[in-house]
């Protein structure tokens, strides 16, 4: 495989950024694993690398649960930091920290931060996909559904096959 050139990198990471996504009403995100080469979290991508750190203090961040769209971590700081997630910030991110909603923020390059007081703090991230796709996704269970329910009332019915219609003269004659 081979990598893209510089200038269709560029109009790609461009056209993904989440500015151009906010600017034109998207509420769309893209695989957690897409990150531009060129955004500084293009890092977090190597092997053994932590998917969050904390910002400018000495303090330290242990990840519980990563499983892309929902991440629980354990953030230790000696003074108010920032926990940057190697996540891009996408309309539809949810972060707690110790159970209480908290804002997400920009950070460099485009990744998303949490701000935490010092101390030992348990921070939640979560993304809750676009109002459209819980839409879609309801609308398509009603269909399955309504399907099921109308395939099983007819097979409940005891619908005779074509084969076995007896017509009502056959049916007076005693099938002669």
Do not use: C, N
């Amino acid at each position: 495989v081979r990598p893209l050139p510089p200038e269709i990198r560029h109009d790609l990471d461009w056209a993904l950024s989440p500015e151009i996504i906010r600017e034109h009403g998207q509420s769309a995100t893209v695989g957690d694993e897409y990150v531009p080469r060129t955004a500084e979290i293009s890092r977090w991508q190597e092997e053994g690398t932590p998917r969050a750190r904390a910002i400018s203090t000495s303090g330290r961040v242990e990840i519980e649960v990563d499983q892309g769209t929902h991440m629980e971590l354990v953030a230790k700081t000696p003074l108010p930091t920032l926990i940057e997630f190697a996540r891009w910030d996408f309309p539809g991110w949810r972060a707690t920290v110790d159970g209480r909603r908290v804002a997400t923020h920009r950070g460099k390059g485009g990744s998303l931060t949490v701000r935490v007081s010092s101390g030992v703090h348990r921070v939640t991230l979560e993304y809750h996909g676009p109002q459209e796709r819980r839409h879609g996704i309801a609308i398509g269970a009603f269909a399955i559904l309504a399907g099921l329910l109308l395939g099983a009332r007819s097979l409940g019915r005891g619908d005779p096959s074509p084969d076995a219609i007896v017509s009502d003269e056959e049916d007076r004659d005693g099938g002669r």
